[in-house]
């Protein structure tokens, strides 16, 4: 894991991490904006959040570009896939799946709310795998604080840049993530 203060790398992976309402989903639809106006392709999701008293309540997944957005998980509706507190749609896990694997060469995948659910086999466990494996795609996760450690492990993803929110708040991170992005982009358009 390298810290983006430290390091000038330039790794093809970028790790946004904090805590529980720490800024990670806002952030990657930061990032998502970013990579639309400067006409980086990207392809991927992102899960926006509810909040019953100081508990999430329910996400509701959206895929990029093409933003189709679709109920992700929730505390209560039956016929969905149970995975410790929540009940995931299986039709969203489809959609998020698309759109991670439409990535051809080069395209930056993006993929929030990875989380303790991934290191127990579900929800984007085999997704998140595939794109690891996908070394010529740039690849933007978003990764519960909680989870930090076992999901670098897991992955095997020590060569990832990580922007902690723990550590300092993401927002006063966006010039050194939005210099990663700039980064990436210029060695992608220079390969052959």
């Not at 694997?101 to 984007?124: F, N, Y």
């Not at 494996?133 to 989870?147: D, F, G, K, M, T």
């Not at 992955?155 to 902690?164: C, H, S, T």
Request: glycine share 12%; charged share 25%; hydrophobic share 40%.
């Amino acid at each position: 894991m390298k810290e983006i203060a430290d390091s000038g790398v330039q790794a093809g992976r970028i790790i946004i991490t904090a805590g529980k309402g720490g800024g990670k989903t806002a952030a990657v639809r930061r990032i998502v904006a970013y990579l639309r106006s400067v006409g980086f392709p990207y392809t991927g999701f992102y899960a926006e959040g509810t909040w019953e008293g100081d508990m999430r309540g329910s996400f509701t997944l959206r895929c990029v570009p093409g933003g189709v957005t679709v109920p992700f998980c929730d505390r209560a509706t039956s016929g969905w896939i149970p995975y410790g507190r929540f009940r995931y749609n299986p039709g969203a896990i489809k959609a998020g799946e698309d759109a991670v694997r439409s990535a051809l060469p080069g395209v930056c995948i993006v993929m929030d709310e990875i989380s303790v659910q991934e290191l127990r086999g579900h929800v984007w466990a085999d997704t998140l795998s595939w794109a690891v494996q996908r070394r010529e795609n740039p690849l933007v996760l978003a990764v519960q604080r909680r989870c930090l450690g076992d999901v670098i492990a897991a992955w095997k993803l020590e060569d990832a840049v990580v922007f902690d929110g723990e550590k300092a708040p993401l927002d006063s991170q966006w010039e050194s993530i939005a210099r990663w992005i700039d980064g990436v982009r210029h060695t992608a358009q220079h390969l052959p």
